[in-house]
């Protein structure tokens, strides 16, 4: 993942309809997880990533949840079995993972104001490890 | 053969040899010891001819073929040091959508991303950057950049589309490749049938426990098996040979591109179509080069001009008076 990078954004349907990207949150610190409704570390995360939203959504936090080659329904049923508030985006052409060169599900990325990239994370994180992460570039106007 | 013809012809050689590095880069006879032996015997025999040609030993007009020397010993010092000291070709393979840095050149090459109609079209080209300049597009025919020439080669690819039997969308990963999460297959691998090597790919979808290794068989390869198809046409395919988690084989089947299969639980989608590598390869001084073939020419018709004025005929001589 190349840090510091202009990152990257496709536009991909979001469920519960319409469309949504990363470019549309120019402006806003952006968490990126690639997940995948198969893989069992993403479903062990989605409580942190959740928790996480409604701690900071109200300090400008956008989370976007980006499914990784499955259908919209298949993604918002888990959404909605899992309590998920926060946006789910399906890529069913996997534009976004590969594009982040990312190595394993799941992978956050973390985009700042600016729209580049601050830094990839693989693997699972604790909601400690994501608060760690996100927390000093909210803080920073 | 005159010194004088000798010595043209083996400008005309040289030229030609380091024109070549331009227009049909990337050959590794490039940097053989033939190709940089015959360089350097043209640069010797020119040097010979237009030392002693200079002194007027071949006349008025060796004199001006003696510049014309000047011009193509640049040019074949310039392909000779290309070829001798140049970087070997470095081929980059790049997943779409991803960036990737190539040193050499002080650049990053951008592939693009694909889907599956863009990969059939075949028409991806990769983009160069570098800061503070403007980004310069790359595609199969060789583009100049500093002492190298880049150019992209297509080469076989494949866009994987899996659903489930109830329709639903399926992660495709790529767990022995650096692409993990791509769905286009750029076979990297190869498998070797018979007497015939063929790319090969390997994905999985996780989702079904299945993996699947995907040969790609060209039009021709595929129409000399019995295959029967309907609607193939003559385009190329792939064998599909399914396995579960387990290293069981779950299943076997020929695709066409575009058409979907049925094979071990899987709806299966392959189109294939093409996808740029790019290519460095080393390359002439192209201010040297195009000066020196300007140089060449010019003195090259100098001297025949000169050489058909009547003073000259007869004597051998043409630094006479201009006709009036």
Redesign the interface.
């Known amino acids: 993942m190349l840090a510091g990078a202009p990152a990257v954004s496709f536009d991909v349907p979001r469920v519960g309809g319409g469309s949504d990207s990363l470019a549309a949150h120019r402006g806003s610190i952006v968490l990126m997880n690639f997940w995948a409704t198969w893989c069992p570390p993403c479903k062990e995360e989605m409580p942190a990533l959740e928790q996480l939203y409604r701690e900071y959504r109200g300090r400008g936090l956008v989370i976007l949840g980006i499914d990784q080659g499955e259908s919209a329904a298949t993604a918002g049923a888990f959404a909605r079995e899992h309590g998920v508030t926060f946006p789910i985006l399906v890529d069913e052409d996997q534009n976004y993972a590969s594009s982040y060169v990312s190595v394993g599900l799941p992978t956050s990325v973390i985009v700042g104001r600016d729209g580049h990239v601050v830094r990839g994370i693989d693997g699972a994180q604790t909601l400690d490890q994501f608060r760690a992460a996100v927390g000093p570039l909210l803080a920073a106007k | 053969m005159s010194p004088r013809v000798t010595a043209i012809v083996l400008a005309l050689l040289a030229i030609g040899l380091t024109v070549a590095q331009d227009v049909a880069p990337a050959r590794d006879w490039y940097h053989s010891w033939q190709y940089i032996a015959l360089l350097a015997l043209a640069i010797v025999v020119m040097a010979g001819y237009a030392w002693s040609a200079r002194s007027g030993a071949d006349g008025a007009a060796g004199r001006k073929l003696a510049l014309a020397m000047v011009g193509a010993i640049a040019v074949a010092v310039t392909g000779l040091l290309s070829g001798l000291i140049g970087p070997d070709t470095v081929t980059v393979v790049g997943?779409?959508?991803?960036?990737a840095p190539v040193p050499d050149l002080g650049v990053a090459a951008f592939f693009p991303?694909v889907?599956a109609a863009s990969l059939a079209r075949g028409d991806s080209i990769v983009t160069l950057r570098r800061r503070g300049a403007d980004p310069l597009d790359v595609g199969t025919q060789p583009t100049p950049i500093g002492l190298s020439v880049a150019f992209t080669q297509l080469r076989p690819a494949a866009y994987v589309a899996?659903r489930d039997t109830h329709?639903?969308?399926?992660?495709?990963t790529q767990p022995n490749n650096?692409?993990?999460?791509?769905?286009?297959m750029l076979f990297r691998q190869q498998q070797q049938i018979r007497d015939k090597t063929f790319p090969m790919d390997t994905f999985a979808t996780?989702?079904m426990h299945r993996i699947a290794r995907i040969l790609y068989f060209s039009a021709a390869d595929l129409a000399a098996f019995r295959h029967g198809l309907s609607g193939a046409g003559n385009q190329a395919g792939a064998v599909l040979s399914i396995a579960d988690d387990a290293g069981n084989s779950r299943g076997l089947t020929i695709a066409a591109s575009g058409m979907p299969v049925t094979v071990a639980d899987l709806d299966l989608t392959i189109t294939l179509g093409m996808y740029p590598v790019l290519v460095i390869a080393s390359a002439p001084q192209p201010a040297v080069m195009a000066g020196g073939i300007v140089l060449f020419v010019l003195a090259c018709v100098w001297s025949l001009l000169r050489g058909k004025t009547p003073a000259a005929a007869g004597t051998g001589r043409v630094d006479a008076q201009p006709v009036t």
């Open positions: 997943t779409p959508g991803t960036v991303a889907d899996a329709g639903n969308h399926l992660t495709v650096p692409s993990f999460l791509s769905p286009v996780p989702a």
